[in-house]
């Protein structure tokens, strides 16, 4: 609790909804010392039948400008898991809709980014996702045929960078440490410790570490 008080963070949180996720709240399952923290500006929806489950904090809209806001909605049934650190930055957009599953390993969403989840995304500990990246596991809409699966789960493993602007989607396995270049378009899975560019993205660069 001690580090949320420091530094002036205290006047920027939302303690109504601070205390009632943490501490009144059945769909948040939290252990000792992980919290759900919003700043002013987060906009929270869960479910009755959704959980939140924290082995680390869940930060929201954490920005020292004002005016802005980040969402997280949890729909029926859907399960949210933070396992580690991960702070969402303002004007970020998280969406586990019914009977999805989400896993954030921990690390970090810029500002603008989305995290769409439709069945299951896992973001891999040490996440470095840019400013307006989208992170989605579904089209949304099924197309007239038998071959089209509308939904397949995405992978984000440990220390990837997303760039900004970057777009992942469905079905998708990005190996561990792998960079995506920003404004790429990640269509198919991305080999650990690569560079992927482009639309689609392809691979420019092998055998590469990044801090």
């Given at each position: ?46 479910d009755r039948t959704a959980r939140i489950r924290l082995e680390g904090d869940l930060v929201l809209n954490f920005s020292p400008l004002t005016g802005g ?143």
């Amino acid at each position: 609790m001690k580090r949320f008080l420091r530094r002036g963070c205290c006047f920027r949180i939302n303690w109504f909804q601070f205390v009632w996720l943490n501490f009144f709240t059945k769909t948040v399952e939290r252990k000792k010392g992980a919290y759900v923290v919003p700043y002013w500006g987060a906009r929270i929806k869960i479910d009755r039948t959704a959980r939140i489950r924290l082995e680390g904090d869940l930060v929201l809209n954490f920005s020292p400008l004002t005016g802005g806001e980040t969402y997280l909605l949890l729909e029926a049934g859907a399960t949210l898991s933070v396992l580690s650190h991960f702070k969402a930055y303002y004007n970020c957009d998280i969406a586990v809709y019914k009977n999805a599953t989400m896993v954030l390993g921990g690390g970090y969403m810029n500002a603008g980014s989305q995290l769409r989840c439709s069945k299951s995304i896992t973001v891999g500990k040490g996440a470095t996702i840019a400013r307006q990246v989208i992170v989605i596991d579904s089209d949304s809409h099924q197309l007239l045929d038998n071959k089209h699966v509308v939904d397949q789960m995405v992978s984000v493993g440990d220390h990837v960078w997303l760039g900004t602007r970057t777009m992942v989607l469905k079905g998708v396995t990005i190996g561990e440490g792998a960079i995506v270049a920003a404004g790429a378009v990640v269509t198919k899975d991305v080999a650990a410790k690569t560079i992927v560019a482009g639309i689609p993205a392809k691979c420019v660069r092998e055998n590469v570490e990044w801090k």
